[in-house]
């Protein structure tokens, strides 16, 4: 009867797993709200009952269900999960302190995970872009390793699943001469990925040309892409070839395509009907023969709506769509990343080896990273240069940070001069969460306060933004 009931209403059905009945009651009233049905579990036995009865199209799972437990009751319900209905994606439950775990069931095949409490709008949007990619990917679905023994994926760090369909994607039209739009938010690898599709394709033996689309003036647009002659116009002293001869045989990246203005879009349409163009003063025309890969941080599909893009360029750019997952949504990586981009780094300024310290790889994975992978890099750089150790540790972000935000004059300053009284609760709260482990009740009782009020001042602070498990009901979505 169940089952029918589903099918009439064609709402995706999630399954909440947690002993916590508000955490349960929160969930399942923001997702009623937004349209999906719901059903709640208290333990690991009745969720493998219910999927056993009737299946889900995603779970929403707790990793700890005693006051006590280490996370392994919660990896193997993901694994009996797994076991069960290999192709359903789970979103794990996680407090702050518990990070490294929810890290581990990714690797173990959990979608994604997010912390206790939630942002309301930002686990819908997880949610649904989860339920999006969740289509049943095929027998052998490769990993790392068998994607890195077929194509040349360097540069590229990470093992989520979400970045490995974009690689498997990226493989798979390589060799193709069908035009790519990658979609991404700022500092993603949008470029990472256009290298890629050149590097694995049989124009790899000659150049990708990378044009910034948003830095050419529309009065040297022409010029710019097409090239000129002598005399084509003043101080045109010589011949000069443009950014789409350059490209010949190779492949084009049109970086920040949204920015183009709709004239310049004309354009560069006709050259993508035709693979022709024609310098400026020139009196011939010239083949093209290049593969287009552009990308953008804004939404086609909506510029195009709103009459600021053409919609026949629209469609000859994106026969070939790739969307790169912003940082937040594949945080299992951050570790990867963080160990990759400090030995660079190190590397870069000739200094000795750099490592992270597991607490402060668990402090990174919790921050939220609006600039994505730039920022990440950018923070360890900095922290790196202005603390000076071999080994980071959490209190040198957030001593770094305070510096930044002109908490100290120095990098290494970790006590409370010239601190703003918001700069030091921020400082000891954070050092009382190293101290503790995370461990909620004990970092709310050195500190003097009650868990509400910790989980308060962690939300306005931005310090992870999680629980421990043993106090979930106090977590307010």
Same mark, same amino acid.
Do not use: Y
């Given at each position: 009867m169940e089952s029918s009931r589903k099918e009439l209403s064609g709402k995706p059905r999630i399954l909440i797993v947690d002993d916590d009945s508000a955490v349960q009651v929160s969930l399942a009233l923001l997702l009623k709200q937004s349209g999906f049905d719901t059903v709640c579990c208290d333990d690991p036995r009745q969720a493998l009952e219910q999927l056993a009865r009737q299946p889900a199209d995603l779970v929403l799972q707790d990793m700890n269900f005693s006051l006590r437990t280490s996370g392994?009751?919660?990896?193997q319900l993901l694994a009996d999960i797994k076991q069960l209905q290999p192709a359903l994606p789970v979103l794990?439950? /996680?407090?702050?302190?518990?990070? *490294?775990? !929810?890290?581990? &069931?990714?690797?173990?095949? =959990? #979608?994604?995970?997010?912390?206790?409490?939630?942002?309301?709008?930002?686990?819908?949007?997880?949610?649904? /872009?989860?339920?999006?990619?969740? *289509?049943? !990917?095929?027998? &052998?679905?490769?990993?790392? =390793? #068998?994607?890195?023994?077929?194509?040349?994926?360097?540069?590229?760090?990470?093992?989520?699943?979400?970045?490995?369909?974009?690689?498997?994607?990226?493989?798979?039209?390589?060799?193709?001469?069908a035009p790519v739009l990658i979609l991404g938010e700022s500092g993603c690898g949008k470029e990472l990925i256009a290298d890629a599709l050149h590097r694995n394709s049989p124009r790899a033996a000659q150049a990708i040309v990378k044009i910034n689309m948003g830095a050419i003036t529309p009065s040297l647009f022409e010029s710019e892409m097409f090239g000129h002659v002598r005399g084509a116009f003043t101080d045109a002293r010589t011949d000069r070839k443009g950014h789409i001869a350059s490209a010949h045989e190779g492949t084009l990246f049109l970086d920040e395509i949204g920015e183009l203005n709709r004239s310049d879009q004309v354009k560069l349409l006709r050259v993508l009907q035709d693979q022709t163009y024609q310098a400026v003063g020139a009196s011939r025309t010239e083949r093209a023969d290049i593969r287009v890969v552009s990308a953008t941080n804004r939404e086609l599909a909506e510029l195009v709506a709103a009459g600021e893009f053409r919609e026949d360029l629209f469609y000859r750019l994106n026969l070939i769509t790739i969307r790169l997952p912003p940082l937040r949504e594949r945080r299992s990586d951050i570790p990867l990343l963080a160990r990759h981009i400090i030995g660079q780094v190190s590397a870069s300024y000739g200094l000795g080896p750099a490592t992270i310290a597991p607490a402060a790889l668990e402090?990174?994975?919790?921050?939220?990273?609006?600039?994505?992978?730039?920022?990440?890099?950018?923070?360890?750089?900095?922290?790196?240069?202005?603390?000076?150790?071999?080994?980071?540790?959490?209190?040198?972000?957030?001593?770094?940070?305070?510096?930044?935000?002109?908490?100290?004059?120095?990098?290494?300053?970790?006590?409370?001069?010239?601190?703003?009284?918001?700069?030091?609760?921020?400082h000891m709260i954070a050092k009382a969460l190293e101290q503790h482990q995370g461990n909620i009740s004990r970092v709310a009782k050195a500190l003097g306060l009650s868990r509400t009020a910790l989980y308060r001042r962690l939300e306005r602070h931005g310090l992870g933004g999680g629980v421990a498990p043993e106090a979930a009901h106090e977590a307010r979505p």
């Open positions: 392994e009751e919660g990896l794990l439950m /996680t407090a702050w302190g518990s990070i *490294a775990l !929810a890290v581990k &069931g990714v690797q173990a095949g =959990a #979608a994604n995970f997010f912390t206790k409490p939630w942002d309301n709008a930002q686990l819908m949007e997880l949610i649904r /872009t989860t339920l999006d990619t969740a *289509a049943p !990917a095929p027998a &052998g679905c490769p990993t790392r =390793a #068998a994607l890195d023994a077929q194509f040349d994926f360097s540069g590229i760090v990470g093992e989520h699943p979400r970045l490995l369909k974009v690689l498997a994607t990226v493989g798979q039209v390589a060799a193709t001469r402090w990174l994975s919790a921050q939220p990273w609006p600039g994505n992978i730039r920022q990440l890099k950018q923070t360890l750089e900095r922290t790196l240069l202005l603390v000076g150790k071999s080994e980071l540790k959490q209190a040198d972000f957030i001593a770094t940070e305070q510096h930044e935000h002109g908490g100290g004059p120095g990098g290494q300053r970790l006590g409370v001069d010239g601190m703003t009284l918001e700069q030091v609760e921020r």
